[in-house]
């Protein structure tokens, strides 16, 4: 027999004489895994559905330009919020894109493998990091010295929550550049870090913007880490050293809230977020496309 | 093996003016590895010299050792003498950067930078070892080392077109010329035709003669029969039975082709093995 190495039970399924019992099994399965994807896409769209039903009905002009109403009266908005969030995302990114991107670099480039293997199980660490946990750390740290909650305490605790990201895809990317253009620059006389700021960086930038990105639209949704650092501030942006407000901790104050107008502009915040949100992942998208082609 | 090694340190006392290129029992480790054992020999300027052998022989750690590419690899070291213009590149003090710049070197895929243009690769190894470039300089240069590489007719109307547009043998050809750009010495080509057609092939070799009129070039190649119609000298190496690579004949190309003094040398070129 040709199929000398088969075990029975293998030699059974391959001349399996019953087809139809076959053909019936395999459909079986195939809609398991249907039904699967199907319960992941039905969810994602009910929420997102739900927000942009919910949301746009309260979204409007007044919500982006005005700042948030007294208790009782109607109307209002989220301008500080926005601001505050826009303030919060830059200041995080301004941390965490140079010291995770230097950590990246090092990490792909320079660092020897016991001490790269060190960095590296560190910041998958601080990736795995609850963030709220990152949110006590800050207070601690930044919050209980200086006795003020702070813009600059939360932008701090966003940050260390986006440097792993930054870190490890900046790493990966330029791991990705082919060794070859490494010796082909060193072999030129080109120093080490000449090469490595002017063959491989550029060989791996839409990798590295598109974990800038990721890491952006991470940051833009946390909650937790703001809630004992930036505490929240109605009457708009007040200095670095002063609290400040953010859209998602607006959303879970007036989410909770027992006001029907506060819970209704907790809604329109939450679509601009996610709004927000998914227009960063899909330029994430549109920019991975470019670099496969 | 001793003998020859002699033979190897008399020819270089006698003619030391005469060489460019002399190394004294040169190992090359990889980590614990010996893959290079004791390779001493003087290579003549303005000539091609060809390193045959079989694969995994140590060809190719040999000439990265010529201009310290070896070390690049980690865990890698070469222990020895390389003396370019009588002085050793491996004193200590040296800096590598240095000596890439007096050694070139052409690899086995061609590897222009694909982010860069025509133009920009030629002139890469000269912009990015200067805080400061002048754009006619450049230029300048760019259009003389690819004349010299003989690619400026074809690339003359793109030069603003990336490295990565062109065809394997003109990328090979870019890459001879940004070799060029930075004014070496010595070029080490490894293999730089085994990822190339036959018409390809047959340009980089004629490229390569008329090149040997000004500088010297030592080729890396799997293809005997490049090596006999390009070289001028020819060393053969070959594997111990420690898996260490070894020099084991070395003289003039019309010599090792025609009239091999060692037994194994004559078995490989008669291509009873290898």
């Keep these: 027999m040709a199929h000398d190495g088969c075990k029975d039970w293998q030699r059974l399924i391959m001349y399996s004489s019953n087809l139809v019992a076959r053909k019936w099994f395999n459909r079986f399965m195939l809609g398991l895994c249907a039904l699967g994807a199907g319960l992941a896409i039905v969810f994602v769209c009910l929420m997102l559905g739900y927000i942009l039903i919910q949301g746009v009905s309260f979204f409007n002009l007044d919500f982006l330009t005005h700042t948030a109403a007294p208790i009782g009266q109607t109307g209002g908005g989220m301008r500080n919020e926005i601001i505050g969030t826009l303030i919060l995302v830059g200041l995080g990114s301004l941390i965490a894109v140079p010291l995770g991107m230097m950590t990246g670099i090092f990490l792909s480039e320079f660092a020897n493998p016991l001490v790269a293997s060190g960095v590296r199980f560190a910041a998958d660490i601080l990736a795995g990091v609850p963030s709220i946990v990152v949110g006590v750390f800050a207070y601690a740290i930044i919050v209980r010295p200086l006795h003020s909650y702070s813009a600059f305490s939360a932008g701090a605790a966003l940050a260390i929550i986006m440097i792993p990201i930054v870190a490890r895809t900046t790493e990966e990317s330029m791991r990705l550049v082919p060794n070859s253009l490494r010796e082909a620059a060193l072999a030129l006389g080109i120093t080490r870090w000449r090469s490595v700021l002017s063959v491989v960086i550029p060989g791996a930038i839409t990798g590295i913007a598109t974990g800038i990105m990721l890491g952006v639209a991470r940051i833009a949704g946390e909650t937790a880490p703001l809630i004992f650092t930036a505490f929240g501030n109605s009457f708009g942006f007040d200095g670095l050293g002063k609290p400040i407000g953010a859209l998602p901790l607006q959303i879970y104050r007036y989410a909770i809230s027992p006001y029907k107008d506060w819970q209704q502009q907790a809604w329109a915040a939450a679509f601009l977020l996610s709004l927000l949100v998914l227009v960063i992942s899909m330029a994430v998208r549109w920019l991975s496309r470019k670099r496969s082609s | ?274």
């Design chain 2, 1 to 274: 093996m001793d003998t020859m090694t002699q033979t190897m340190k008399a020819i270089a006392n006698t003619t030391e003016h005469k060489h460019i290129l002399i190394t004294e029992n040169l190992r090359a480790y990889y980590g614990s590895f010996l893959a290079v054992k004791d390779v001493s020999m003087a290579i003549e300027p303005r000539s091609i010299t060809a390193i045959i052998g079989p694969s995994g022989c140590g060809k190719s750690t040999l000439i990265r050792c010529f201009n310290r590419m070896h070390e690049v690899v980690h865990g890698a070291r070469a222990i020895g003498k390389v003396l370019l213009d009588g002085s050793d590149i491996y004193a200590p003090g040296v800096d590598p950067v240095n000596i890439r710049t007096r050694i070139g070197m052409v690899f086995q895929k061609p590897n222009p930078f694909p982010t860069m243009s025509v133009m920009e690769n030629v002139v890469a190894g000269r912009r990015l070892s200067s805080v400061w470039s002048k754009r006619s300089e450049m230029d300048e240069i760019a259009e003389k080392s690819l004349r010299q590489a003989a690619l400026w007719d074809e690339v003359k109307d793109k030069l603003k077109q990336s490295g990565a547009s062109l065809s394997g043998g003109q990328q090979q050809r870019l890459c001879i010329a940004r070799a060029l750009a930075v004014q070496p010495e010595v070029i080490l080509m490894d293999e730089p035709c085994s990822a190339l057609d036959p018409v390809a092939t047959l340009k980089i070799e004629d490229l390569m003669r008329t090149l040997a009129k000004d500088y010297t070039i030592v080729i890396v190649t799997h293809n005997m029969q490049q090596a006999g119609r390009v070289s001028d000298m020819t060393a053969f190496m070959m594997m111990g039975a420690d898996r260490a690579g070894s020099l084991v004949e070395y003289g003039r190309t019309q010599q090792i082709f025609t009239n091999p003094k060692n037994k194994r040398t004559e078995d490989y070129i008669s291509g009873r093995f290898g």
